[in-house]
């Protein structure tokens, strides 16, 4: 049977041989490779600096936690998101509170998220406090789902006139654009994933991009339990000596394995971001052509699409359905009947209000946030990668088409 999977990390020889000279080398913990890394990813994204972490979740806590987030605060998340992001948001001991999202580019929608800041939120001597729970609204967090900008623009225009923070959840978003613009350069800390979803992959991994030199420090301090210095620095010079630890902080170290893999991949990130985005217009074509069932990716004006995943919407209404449940029941028949004959897919992501720990924490409804409900049901992530040729994706098209026919 022919096995179509839904994404393969690009790799040749260049990773093998950069890992096996740092294995040679002796060091393997964090240390040059890493540094290097770091580097080569924010000279890419054009910010000052890179800090590796063991994935993004953790760069998202580690970030959170600098900047202040904690206790007695709320921190505004979309509800279509990677539970991640929100799980990011209570390991600093804060409150996720949600907004939903736009259909078509699957980011915050920021009409509703001024809609929500106005109606939640009373404004004491210049901060806003929830009008239920007495918590400070500390910032917000949105997300560039799926390789594709939010409009942080308007976003970061509402953070000012509020007084709000603002951490971007690139995970997927590494070399988007915004008007030119990378993630991390429109005044916001940003983090970003390695994971082999992503178009570049360490295994597991993440990093944090800032312009910030003093917030970029301390969360390499952090990042190392505290310490005021690097083990690889330190042991350049009185290696003997332990370094002084000012605060608590984390063991979220990237290896110099994976720092290797990095550089390695790093080399390529533009050239796989290239040929995705040469197969995600194919599959536009393609599904234009055979499959008027779905909805495909849409990329606005002024916005640099990476395409991490394809990602398309099931219109229900085309197949005679007549509810986005029943849409839901459908998209798993065929999802699973692709499975059968070797087709791998996946929703988008999820409804994070959806999910048990959110549903029965804060009693969420599924219409509670209509457009992530959806997209929880209805998106569709379609197989796209770097060595998937022209024929895979007709025949990926073509057993869609036969399968919706026989359904």
């Known amino acids: 049977m022919r096995m179509i999977p839904v994404t393969k990390p690009y790799f040749t020889q260049d990773e093998n041989d950069m890992i096996a000279e740092t294995l040679s080398s002796g060091w393997v913990a964090q240390g040059p490779r890493v540094a290097e890394f770091e580097e080569v990813i924010a000279r890419h994204e054009g910010v000052a600096a890179g800090i590796a972490t063991t994935s993004c979740t953790t760069a998202l806590h580690l970030a959170m936690t600098a900047q202040g987030l904690g206790e007695g ?31 078509d580019t699957f980011n915050m929608d920021t009409d509703k998220l001024y809609e929500l800041i106005e109606t939640n939120y009373v404004n004491k001597d210049g901060k806003l406090f929830n009008k239920e729970t007495g ?39 590494l070399g988007a654009k915004y008007k030119d613009k990378h993630p991390g350069t429109f005044g916001n800390t940003a983090c970003v994933s390695f994971h082999p979803r992503k178009s570049i992959t360490t295994g597991e991994g993440g990093m944090i991009l800032t312009n910030d030199y003093s917030l970029a420090k301390r969360l390499r301090e952090l990042r190392t339990h505290g310490s005021t210095i690097s083990a690889d620095a330190r042991n350049k010079k009185s290696g003997f000596l332990l370094p ?31 040929e995705k985005r040469k197969r995600a217009l194919l599959y536009n074509s393609l599904i234009a052509e055979k499959l008027p069932e779905f909805v495909i990716p849409y ?74 409900y959806a997209c929880d049901h209805l998106s569709i992530t379609l197989p796209l990668y770097v060595r998937m ?12 088409r036969k399968t919706i026919d026989t359904m």
Not at 77 to 98: D, L, R, S
Not at 157 to 168: G, P
Not at 302 to 312: A, I
Not at 332 to 343: H, P, S, T
Request: net charge negative; proline share 3%.
């Open 73 to 103: 605060m709320d921190a505004i998340a979309p509800a279509f998101t990677f539970v991640a992001t929100e799980n990011a948001i209570v390991a600093t001991g804060a409150v996720p509170v949600m907004v939903d999202i736009r259909q």
């Open 135 to 173: 918590n400070l609204l500390w910032g917000i967090i949105p997300v560039h789902e799926f390789g594709l900008c939010c409009e942080i623009e308007r976003i970061n225009d509402l953070a000012t006139a509020y007084n709000l923070q603002v951490i971007e959840d690139a995970a997927c978003a």
């Open 244 to 274: 002084e630890h000012n605060e608590a902080g984390y063991n979220y170290r990237m290896t110099d394995v994976q720092g290797a893999m990095g550089q390695a991949q790093a080399r390529k990130l533009d050239y796989i971001i290239e």
């Open 299 to 372: 990329e606005p004006e002024n916005y640099f699409h990476t395409y991490q995943s394809y990602v398309c919407m099931l219109d229900y209404s085309r197949i005679g359905l007549d509810s986005i449940k029943s849409g839901g029941e459908y998209r798993n028949r065929l999802l699973q009947r692709l499975e059968d004959v070797g087709i791998a897919t996946r929703q988008g992501t999820h409804a994070v209000h959806m999910l048990g720990y959110y549903r029965k924490r804060f009693g969420y409804l599924p219409e509670d946030y209509i457009n992530a």
């Open 389 to 400: 040729t022209d024929e895979d994706m007709v025949y990926v098209v073509e057993m869609i």
